[in-house]
């Protein structure tokens, strides 16, 4: 089933603009993840934030979780032409055992030098 | 490069075809996986194995069977596809240890069915 749902689902800003992208899911979570995928290559893990962590930061990366309305928000500062790609949020719907990553569609994002 | 590696990069096959899709992991991990991503879909899971078990069928048609000999190494045999079937496939690894599990997928095989 369906678990992360982005929006929007394109965006095209100019480089250096920020951009933010949201995720909202349905179910609880362990841990909430950001991954992004250049065309037609295999994701790459950007950060992970568990459901106890309300902010996350790594370089010009800024997630946020809020477990309460079951969502997230990716913000990347300082946009550079580098980051277009499509960028995914995944959830750990996992009891036990190997981890299951339930993944939304995506934002596809493009960045205008 | 995410230490997962995935051949052929590439493949064309017909209905009546048999191939395999081969993924290799040079990251010790312990649970591999097998996604589907159609055009306009979101990733799907068809398969995990953890510790060379498999865990995980998402309702997956017979058409396609796993196959892990070992924790470093998963396959995807395919036979009698159907058009609907051309997609990327993409494999990926992860440490089962904690509850912080990232997942580190491979460049995918883009197969297209005629």
């Known amino acids: 089933s369906q678990q992360g749902e982005e929006d929007p689902q394109a965006l095209s800003i100019q480089e250096g603009e920020n951009a933010t992208m949201n995720c909202s899911y349905k179910t609880s979570i362990n841990n909430l993840q950001w991954y992004r995928q250049n065309s037609g290559r295999g994701l790459v893990h950007l950060i992970l934030i568990r459901s106890n962590e309300r902010e996350k930061h790594s370089g010009r990366l800024r997630v946020t979780l809020d477990t309460s309305k079951k969502s997230s928000s990716l913000l990347i500062t300082a946009s550079r032409a580098a980051d277009t790609a499509s960028y995914f949020c995944?959830?750990?719907?996992?009891?036990?055992?190997?981890?299951?990553?339930?993944f939304g569609q995506g934002t596809r994002l493009t960045i205008n030098p | 490069e995410t230490g997962v590696t995935q051949t052929p990069r590439h493949l064309v096959m017909g209905m009546t075809n048999k191939k395999s899709l081969k993924c290799e992991q040079h990251l010790g991990h312990n649970a591999m996986y097998w996604y589907k991503q159609s055009a306009k879909k979101p990733l799907e899971l068809m398969f995990v194995?953890?510790?060379?078990?498999?865990?995980e069928n998402n309702s997956v048609p017979s058409r396609f069977s796993p196959e892990c000999p070992n924790s470093s190494h998963l396959f995807l045999h395919l036979h009698t596809l159907q058009p609907e079937d051309s997609a990327l496939y993409l494999c990926?690894?992860?440490?089962?240890?904690?509850?912080?599990?990232?997942?580190?997928f491979g460049p995918g095989t883009r197969l297209l069915v005629l």
């Open positions: 194995y953890n510790f060379k078990e498999q865990t």
């Open positions: 990926a690894s992860s440490q089962v240890s904690t509850l912080q599990e990232t997942q580190y």
């Open positions: 995944a959830t750990d719907d996992r009891n036990e055992g190997a981890q299951k990553l339930v």
